[in-house]
């Protein structure tokens, strides 16, 4: 950043009081030495707000030219703001005289991801609903759709997706402590009357957007619950759009980003077992 002439004129004014021989030289403000250490500042000064100039130019160039990250994207993304215009040859929006509530209550889009799949950049949102997410409506994901194709960087290719959550259906058998849980999977002291259904539900809310669901990861999560003994992953399915039930292998990540499973879903067969030593 360009310094000011006095910040300038002072400094040189100090290198030139560290030489003693120069100690004599009048101190009038209308000297000619002074008048001649002014013209350079000057100089100095213009030099450096030219450099200034310089460098913020090389930096606009660099930041148009630059392909954006799957990051930037998904950022850009939660940056939409949905009945706001764009100001003009700018990725900003035009929020002149919006309150900041009005500003924050435009950002629908709560949750975003972006993958690469066969040369086109899938872009994933959801709004947030409270308990749960949702997918953007049909005239939210048509200004959201505009919206991204005009900040996009030339030649990307965009598919936008905001679709209800997939659906999982499980299948669990669930081996038990008879100190600790009921037939039904209650605890006994009355802690919880669904502590299994909780332990799924736990761990499909606390899934990243856009993550995958790992089945070993799930039995970790029933073994954390207390009371079960042995947790064992029958089956496990997924099912979105119009396709049918698909088996999930090792792992599955959702077609819109996050899964949901409904009580008539989960169906959990308990099973007594005492306790085994390890």
């Known amino acids: 950043m360009a310094r000011s002439i006095n910040d300038i004129m002072n400094s040189m004014l100090s290198v030139k009081d560290s030489y003693t021989e120069l100690s004599g030289l009048s101190g009038s403000i209308s000297s000619i030495w002074r008048k001649i250490l002014y013209i350079v500042a000057s100089a100095i000064w213009i030099l450096e707000n030219l450099f200034d100039s310089h460098q913020q130019e090389v930096t606009g160039i660099i930041a148009t030219m630059r392909p954006h990250s799957l990051r930037w994207y ?26 900041g509530d009005e500003i924050e209550a435009s950002k629908i889009v709560a949750y975003a991801a972006v993958d690469k799949v066969e040369g086109k950049l899938l872009v994933k949102v959801a709004k947030d609903a409270g ?7 049909d005239v939210e994901k048509q200004a959201f759709t505009e ?25 669990l058998d669930i081996y ?18 669904t502590p299994i259904p909780d332990a799924v539900h736990n761990y499909l809310k606390n899934l990243p957007f856009n993550g995958e669901l790992v089945l070993a990861f ?8 207390s009371g079960v003994v042995i947790p064992h992953i029958v ?6 759009g119009e396709i049918v039930w698909k088996p999930v292998g090792v792992k599955y990540k959702p077609y819109a980003g996050y899964l949901t499973v409904a009580e008539t879903d989960l169906k959990i067969n308990y099973i007594p077992q005492s306790e085994i030593m390890k």
């Open 235 to 240: 089956s496990a399915e997924y099912q979105y």
């Open 74 to 99: 998904a950022e850009m993304a939660r940056k939409f703001q949905y009945g706001f215009n764009l100001l003009p040859d700018s990725e900003d929006f035009d929020n002149d005289g919006k309150t």
């Open 176 to 193: 038990y402590n008879p100190l600790v849980l009921n037939a039904d999977g209650q605890r006994l002291d009355g802690a919880s009357l």
């Open 147 to 171: 919206y991204m194709e005009r900040v996009q960087d030339a030649g990307d290719d965009l598919e936008i997706r905001s679709e209800p959550a997939d659906n999982l259906r499980l299948s």
């Open 131 to 137: 308990d749960s997410l949702t997918p953007l409506e």
């Open 218 to 225: 799930l039995t970790d999560a029933l073994q954390a619950v």
